[in-house]
């Protein structure tokens, strides 16, 4: 028989919720918190981030000494290429209509909902739990950056983001800056006066062929993502746009391989005689946190009150977690067993699924141990 937290990841998960549409999602998880007796409230982020919801706070007082904590996770997934039919398959969860399944990150919503729930209905003491579920942040962390932190009491949370076997403690993140790149050109003819014309695209492919990009070391990568230009096959392009990025954990070698780019698009412009107009923009910071670090602390203890061996790690990615540490709170990401997310082959096992909800109990208990 399915479990709590695999009915409710179910019904989570079959609802599809890309960036900025995550209402009927949103609906549910309101509903939940609102059937347990709890407040939620949704902010005003909505229309600032381009989303139908706002975040969903909630808070539950303290019944006892302790730390209070945070616990986040955000409601949408990276668009569905069609309909989400989640199926459980020797005790694997799948999405049997080929396209994700959205355990990034319904699987965390699920886990935490149904750690509350559970927290509330044993009359297990704690130190405080506040819950935040925002928009957006597949797309750039747009909802927790929109969120206003001074809510939060706690000092201390979770995010539930890293897809890798339960247990690894993502220690650090990277910092990483974005590039709008626009090549001006000059349109001409191609058949009749190509001499006249200047190629826009000419100058960015000459560009991407000199960058550095992929992994350029253990800390250190870079990408072109998007390259778009040009109006017709027979005229000369006068205008190419691309997007690019690049990620450290160091934050003095990001901003000398973004310079390093900078540098390649004026030169390659400069070779075809076009002009280039780069932007760039920071994405996130990045953070690093020490194995003695409270926040860590308390997950490691956690993690092994659960039955499960801590593995400490960095992470390539960011999550909601950049902006809670940014911003002066300590967040950890901790791996809840999702694997080859954003991909038709998405998953996460049944096992790991009611293995989160442990570790969402055993947090707010470790936090509570760790003040008495």
């Given at each position: 028989?399915?479990?709590?937290?695999?009915?409710?990841?179910?019904?989570?998960?079959?609802?599809?919720?890309?960036?900025g549409?995550?209402?009927?999602?949103?609906?549910?998880?309101?509903?939940?918190?609102?059937d347990?007796?709890?407040?939620?409230?949704?902010?005003?982020?909505?229309?600032k981030?381009g989303?139908?919801?706002?975040?969903?706070?909630c808070?539950?007082?303290?019944?006892?000494?302790?730390?209070?904590?945070?616990?986040?996770?955000?409601?949408?997934?990276?668009?569905?290429?069609?309909?989400?039919e989640?199926?459980?398959?020797?005790?694997?969860?799948?999405?049997?209509?080929?396209?994700?399944?959205?355990?990034?990150?319904?699987?965390?919503?699920?886990?935490?909902?149904?750690?509350?729930?559970?927290?509330?209905?044993?009359?297990?003491?704690?130190?405080?739990i506040?819950?935040?579920?925002t928009?957006?942040?597949?797309?750039g962390?747009?909802?927790?950056?929109a969120?206003?932190?001074?809510?939060?009491q706690?000092?201390?949370?979770?995010v539930?983001?890293?897809?890798?076997?339960?247990?690894?403690?993502?220690?650090?993140?990277?910092?990483?800056?974005?590039?709008?790149?626009?090549?001006?050109?000059r349109?001409?003819?191609?058949?009749m006066?190509?001499?006249?014309g200047?190629?826009?695209?000419?100058?960015?492919a000459?560009?991407?062929?000199?960058?550095?990009?992929?992994?350029?070391?253990?800390?250190?990568?870079?990408n072109?993502?998007?390259?778009?230009?040009?109006?017709?096959?027979?005229?000369?392009?006068?205008?190419?746009?691309?997007d690019?990025?690049?990620?450290?954990?160091?934050?003095?070698?990001?901003?000398?391989?973004?310079?390093e780019?900078?540098?390649?698009?004026?030169?390659a412009?400069?070779l075809?005689?076009?002009?280039?107009?780069?932007k760039v923009?920071?994405?996130?910071?990045?953070?690093?946190?020490?194995t003695?670090?409270?926040?860590?602390?308390?997950?490691?203890?956690?993690?092994?009150?659960?039955?499960?061996?801590?593995?400490?790690?960095?992470?390539?990615?960011?999550?909601?977690?950049?902006?809670?540490?940014?911003?002066?709170?300590?967040?950890?990401?901790?791996a809840n067993?999702?694997?080859?997310?954003?991909?038709?082959?998405e998953?996460?096992?049944?096992?790991?699924?009611?293995?989160?909800?442990?570790?969402t109990?055993?947090?707010?208990a470790?936090?509570?141990?760790?003040?008495?």
């Amino acid at each position: 028989m399915a479990s709590e937290v695999v009915d409710l990841f179910t019904e989570l998960a079959a609802l599809p919720s890309p960036p900025g549409e995550e209402r009927d999602v949103a609906d549910v998880v309101i509903r939940y918190l609102r059937d347990l007796g709890l407040s939620v409230d949704e902010d005003d982020a909505g229309p600032k981030v381009g989303s139908n919801i706002g975040n969903l706070y909630c808070r539950i007082e303290a019944t006892d000494g302790g730390s209070p904590i945070f616990l986040c996770a955000h409601l949408d997934t990276v668009p569905p290429e069609g309909p989400i039919e989640p199926v459980i398959e020797d005790g694997v969860m799948r999405n049997a209509a080929g396209t994700i399944l959205g355990a990034d990150n319904k699987s965390a919503v699920a886990a935490m909902l149904e750690g509350t729930r559970r927290v509330l209905a044993e009359n297990r003491p704690h130190g405080g739990i506040e819950l935040l579920f925002t928009p957006k942040e597949e797309v750039g962390l747009l909802g927790a950056a929109a969120f206003d932190l001074e809510r939060l009491q706690a000092r201390l949370g979770y995010v539930y983001d890293q897809a890798a076997p339960i247990g690894e403690v993502i220690l650090g993140a990277p910092y990483s800056q974005a590039m709008q790149v626009r090549f001006h050109g000059r349109a001409a003819h191609s058949g009749m006066y190509p001499e006249e014309g200047r190629s826009a695209i000419a100058a960015a492919a000459r560009a991407v062929a000199d960058l550095r990009l992929g992994r350029i070391d253990e800390e250190t990568t870079a990408n072109v993502g998007i390259i778009q230009g040009g109006t017709a096959g027979n005229i000369i392009p006068e205008w190419c746009t691309l997007d690019a990025e690049a990620r450290s954990h160091d934050e003095r070698k990001l901003a000398e391989l973004v310079q390093e780019m900078v540098d390649a698009f004026a030169f390659a412009a400069g070779l075809e005689d076009c002009e280039v107009e780069t932007k760039v923009s920071k994405s996130y910071r990045g953070y690093r946190f020490k194995t003695e670090d409270p926040v860590v602390r308390i997950a490691h203890a956690a993690l092994e009150r659960s039955g499960y061996t801590p593995a400490y790690a960095l992470s390539g990615g960011a999550a909601d977690a950049n902006i809670f540490n940014e911003r002066g709170l300590a967040c950890l990401n901790l791996a809840n067993g999702m694997q080859d997310i954003h991909t038709p082959d998405e998953r996460i096992t049944v096992a790991d699924l009611e293995g989160m909800v442990e570790v969402t109990l055993a947090l707010v208990a470790a936090a509570r141990d760790a003040d008495a």
